[in-house]
């Protein structure tokens, strides 16, 4: 997020924040009833925009998080002004003519091997989600940061995201949304932008020419520039 965030610092205010269970949050706030799925999550977020008062924001999410904001605005749309969806995944599961990226039985080997070795997931995953061989510095990153997470949390929130299944609240969104897929994801399939595109009336749709899960991090200059158009 060094590179990412301070583009847009001249331009905009800057909410930054951690999901609880994750990255600098109070673990102790974490209440795995109430994170059994997404909606406590996009509470959070409607709860820090009343606590500092927010209004017309553009939410910015990745993966899973793009579904929690699209929760959440169909709950409050008068607080969104945008949605910026990066890599978003409304269900990842194959179902008949939907294409979600995995079967059930591969997420439930996905998830028990999670849950049976949580370092050597982290270690195996890290360099597929990234899927930029060439740059070994993000794929660390990005596998320390699985680590740090608490096993029973991480193990909970894998299965609460691969399990999801948000395609039935596509159509009721009406805040604007900007959709952004990599080229070739193996967590979100362009298939997947497609789908998420036609069943969000009005939105947009860009296709990047980067790879893997987290263009913010692998190709945040063609990330800003498809936010920026938009914006």
Request: aromatic share 8%; net charge negative.
């Amino acid at each position: 997020m060094e590179v990412f965030t301070p583009a847009f610092e001249d331009s905009h205010q800057i909410i930054l924040f951690d999901h609880v269970g994750a990255g600098k949050s109070d673990l102790k706030a974490y209440d795995s009833e109430k994170y059994n799925d997404l909606n406590g999550y996009a509470d959070d977020i409607i709860g820090i925009a009343n606590e500092l008062s927010l209004e017309d924001i553009i939410f910015v999410g990745h993966s899973v998080s793009a579904m929690m904001g699209l929760l959440a605005a169909e709950r409050a749309p008068h607080l969104f002004k945008k949605l910026i969806l990066v890599g978003p995944s409304a269900s990842y599961i194959n179902d008949g003519e939907y294409v979600g990226g995995f079967s059930k039985s591969e997420v439930e080997e996905l998830l028990d091997s999670l849950k049976t070795n949580h370092m050597g997931w982290s270690m195996t995953m890290a360099p597929m989600i990234m899927a930029n061989p060439e740059r070994a510095e993000l794929t660390e990153e990005l596998s320390a940061s699985f680590c740090r997470t608490d096993p029973a949390i991480a193990q909970q929130f894998a299965r609460v995201t691969f399990m999801s299944d948000s395609r039935s609240v596509l159509s009721a969104c009406t805040t604007p949304a900007l959709i952004i897929q990599c080229s070739n994801d193996i967590i979100a399939p362009v298939e997947v932008g497609e789908y998420i595109h036609r069943k969000i009336a009005g939105s947009e749709l860009v296709i990047l020419e980067a790879t893997g899960h987290c263009p913010h991090l692998s190709a945040p200059e063609e990330t800003i520039l498809a936010i920026k158009a938009y914006l």
